[in-house]
Each structure stands twice: as C-alpha cells, then as structure tokens.
C-alpha cells in the first residue's frame, strides 16, 4: 500500500513537473473595514409623552380638545363637576371671615384691658386672660386659612390643566364618564421634541449604534431633511420580525415633522474588518470553505482554510484563515490542485 501511495504522489508530481504553469487570475488580501448600510422607513413620534388626569375624581362636564389639538401651557383642558368642591370655598372663606372678626375683637379686648391695667382697674390676672383669647383667636384664624388653601386646591383640582405645550395624542374619556383620582384622561406629547422610530435588522454590532447620527428624510411632500441621534435601542428583538426597535432623536429645528409623519433614513453598522475576494475564488477542503494561495517564491498552490463572516452578491467577505499581503487565486480555481504551478495574468488584482 505505501508502495502504491509513493508511486501516485511520484506520478503526480511527474505530471505537474510536465504540465505548464496555468494561467490564473489572483487578487492580493486586504484587510478593510467592513460596514453594511439599511435603509429604513419609520414614523415620527413624541419623544416624550404625558399621561394626564384630574387630582381628585368626579363626573367629566367639559372636556374641551381632542386628538389632534395643539395645546398651551396652562391651557384648562377639562373639568369635572365642582358644585361641592365650590360649597366647600364658600364655607372656609365664611369661617376664615368669622375668625378674623373674632380674632379682631378679641384683639380689641385685650388692648382694653391693658389701658385698664395701667389706670389701675384691672389686674395683671385680666391681661393674661385677654393674652390668651388673642392666642386662642389667631389659632383659629389660622386653622381657617388652612382651610381656605385646602378648598381652593380642592377647586382647582376639578380643572385638568395642561402642564406644558404640546398636541394631544389620546383622549381615553368623554363628558359625563366618572373617573377616578390621577386616571388618565389625556395623553399629551410635548410639543419641542421628536424622534424617529425604525425598526432595524437585529445584528450582534447594533449596540455600538447608541449615539450615533442619522440622516433622516421626509417620505412625501415637500421635501426636507433632518438630522438624528440614536437615543435608544431595544434590549430583545421582535419575535414576529426579527428586527429591533431603534429610536433617534431628531435635532432641534425650525419646523419638526409632524407627529405620525413616515420618514426613511440610513443607519451604517461596523462589522469588524474582513478580506473582501470574489465569490468565484470560494472552493472548499473537507467540506469547509477555503480559497487557493500562490506560493510567491514557487507559483504553485495549497489550500487555505478561511473563515467566511458573510456572502454578498458576488463577493465573499472573509474574517480569518488568510495573512495580510497573500495572493489568492479568483479565476480558474476549477482547474488546480495542490502544488499545481500557476502564472498570474492580466485581470489578476
């Protein structure tokens, strides 16, 4: 058996010593940056949202805007029914009255009572006294102003008010609901800040997108740019898709896009540096990939095991197996064999 293995190695090697070099085409490995650009198409939206509601329940009389209605700051948005909520003013400012009454009065008392003192018809037991219907009236007094604080934030709690500019972007109730204490009634988007909102192929280098800018196009009419931060990126894909949620914000500008509003852009992903080859220069060795490489001082060529990171439309980008500088075979692979002498021709890279 070694006698026959030794005797076809020694006509193979006869045949290639006799054969003539075969003309090839060969390309020289080059690292080079590797990045893959997607386009995407998304939708504007607030970059923050407000869910509002009324501090203190009751039944809805007025709800005055609807999806869609740009808001001010301040602006009365919706009341529910105050009828008690105002009884219960009008009571306290009545008590607040009566108790400044009685702590002027008592006041009145007490400087009496001290002129008295000082003709001598009256004892320093008398002053005390008065002192202490003075200290009595101004509790009072104060416990009234509580009071009246308490009821007039128990009035205003009845208006649901805008906390800032923006456009209302839900309306979760309508006149005559009763609702409860902070439910939602309203969402409200702030009115200065968008963000642009993609969903983007879910690759292993999508998290060093955080921060980056992205250039962000209007779908539609008239035209108009803008640019975008990357501000958040979702932790887990989309089951049903495969993709990831990526949100950017847009810059500050004089006239944003509209909430709702389609708009495409371009994020750019790295992937790592690879050796670009064409396709044709793929083979394989033990059902693995591989390529073929010139030996420079002999012409002749072996097989190299590579790694292939991906396969794109007629090139293959490969991640490992090949040294910085070798000459690798992309034409005529079909023909060679292992220590097959070659020539590179013209069209070689």
């Known amino acids: 058996m070694q006698r026959l293995t030794l005797l076809l190695v020694c006509i193979l090697a006869g045949a290639a010593q006799a054969e003539p070099p075969l003309p090839v085409e060969a390309a020289v490995a080059r690292t080079a940056p590797l990045q893959v650009t997607f386009a995407l198409s998304g939708s ?3 970059a923050e949202s407000l869910q509002i509601g009324f501090r203190s329940g009751g039944r809805i009389i007025a709800l005055s805007v609807s999806v869609g209605d740009r808001v001010a700051a301040g602006a009365v ?9 105002d009884d219960a003013e009008r009571a306290a400012r009545a008590q607040l009255a009566a108790s400044e009454a009685g702590l002027r009065q008592a006041t009145q008392a007490r400087d009496r009572v001290v002129q ?20 009595t009236a101004e509790s009072t007094r104060n416990q009234a102003q509580a009071q009246v604080k308490k009821a007039e934030q128990a009035v205003r709690d009845t208006y649901l008010i805008a906390p800032t500019a923006g456009i209302v972007t839900e309306r979760d109730a309508e006149v005559g609901q009763v609702v409860g204490a902070v439910q939602a009634v309203l969402v409200l988007a702030t009115d200065d800040r968008r ?8 690759v292993p280098e999508l998290d060093g997108l955080q921060g980056a800018t992205v250039p962000i196009r209007r779908i539609g009419t008239p035209p108009a740019t803008w640019q975008a931060r990357v501000t958040d990126i979702a932790p887990l894909a989309n089951e049903a898709t495969g993709t990831v949620q990526v949100k950017a914000e847009i810059a500050p500008a004089d ?8 708009v495409s852009g371009e994020i750019t ?3 790592g540096s690879t050796i670009s080859l064409p396709a044709s220069a793929l083979a394989e060795t033990q059902g693995m990939p591989a390529v073929w490489v010139v030996d420079p001082q002999t012409q002749t060529v072996a097989l190299a095991p ?12 490969v991640s490992s197996g ?3 500088g070798t000459l690798v075979v992309t034409e005529g692979s079909h023909l060679l064999y292992p220590g097959r002498s070659v020539v590179v021709v013209e069209g070689g890279k």
Do not use: K, M, N, W
């Open 255 to 262: 006239a944003l896009p509209g909430l709702g509003e389609a």
């Open 44 to 46: 504007v939206e607030a």
């Open 195 to 202: 963000e642009a909102v993609f969903d983007v192929p879910d």
């Open 322 to 324: 090949l040294a910085e």
């Open 269 to 271: 992903v790295p992937l």
């Open 306 to 317: 590579v790694q292939v990171q991906s396969y794109t439309t007629g090139t293959i980008e």
């Open 116 to 135: 008295l003192l000082d003709r001598g018809a009256a004892t320093r037991a008398d002053v005390d006294a008065a002192e202490e219907a003075v200290l």
């Open 77 to 85: 948005l919706a009341e529910v029914d105050h009828a008690q909520a």
